[in-house]
Structures are given as C-alpha cells and as structure tokens.
C-alpha cells in the first residue's frame, strides 16, 4: 500500500496528460503499478524504480492513445451516421488563470505535438529520453516540439485577441 501511494499520484497525472480520460489513465496507472510488482526483474533503488514506472506508464498510455484512435477510427468509418458521444469532464480546479490558459491550448494541439510538449514542458525529459519513449527520431522530437511550440503560441495569441 505504501508503494501504491508513494507512486499512484504520479503515474496517474503523467497518463492523464497523455491520454486526457480519468478513467483510462487510472487503468494505465493501475496496469502499470501491477506490471512492477508482478516482474520477475526489479530494480533497486527508489530512483531507478520510479523511473522505470515513468517510462512503463507513458508506454502504456501511448499505446492506450493509438489503440482509442484506431478504435475511433473504426467507429467513424462503420458508424458514420450515427454521432460518437465523447463525454471527456475535466473539471479544473485551477486557480491560476494562465496554466488553465495553457493546458486549454495545450488540448488544441494535435497529439504528437502536444505528447511532445507535456513530455518536454510538464515531465521534464530532453530530446533523448522522448525519443526513446516515443521511439521515434531525435530529429522528429525536435521538429515536432518546435512546430508545436509555434502552434501554442499561435493558440495563446488567439486567446488574447478574443479577450
């Protein structure tokens, strides 16, 4: 129990921000705790096992995001007549008006751009790291944080004129 506390909190906000569901972000949170413990090679060391939960839970929420959008995408191709309800309630408790302002601009940006951005801005990883994550070229996370940054901007510009 002391694990799950020690390390829930976080895993569940690093998968919420990927995958913008409360309620899949707590599986990934749960699956990812589960993996963990059930895995016959541990590492020691508090440092070394939170960073192996970081990387384990943005793995499974990427993984999460690209199944819901082929899931979605099948729904749309084969159900094109009816409307897919999407019930996404993100209640904000914010009471700094500017990172309310960043995060709804933030949720604008198309996924690759803003998976880039909250693994660079929000958790803190260089270019190295998201690259290993993402399994894409270092190159690719350069280009995508920067045109992403641009189109945040761009976002947070037309926030202000609407003012």
Request: proline share 1%; charged share 30%.
């Amino acid at each position: 129990m002391t694990f799950y506390r020690t390390h829930a909190r976080r895993l569940f906000n690093i998968s919420m921000r990927i995958l913008r569901d409360s309620g899949a972000a707590e599986d990934v949170m749960q699956e990812t705790i589960l993996k963990y413990l059930t895995s016959d090679i541990q590492p020691l060391g508090e440092a070394k096992a939170a960073a192996w939960l970081n990387k384990a839970c943005i793995r499974s929420s990427i993984d999460a995001l690209r199944k819901n959008k082929r899931e979605q995408l099948f729904l749309n191709e084969y159900a094109a007549s009816e409307q897919v309800a999407e019930a996404e309630s993100q209640q904000e408790d914010m009471t700094d008006v500017e990172v309310g302002r960043v995060k709804k601009a933030m949720a604008e940006l198309k996924d690759p751009y803003r998976l880039i951005l909250n693994l660079a801005l929000i958790e803190g990883l260089d270019y190295d790291e998201i690259a290993e994550v993402t399994r894409q070229s270092q190159g690719t996370i350069r280009t995508q944080f920067s045109r992403g940054k641009v189109k945040l901007l761009e976002i947070l510009k037309r926030y202000d004129g609407t003012k």
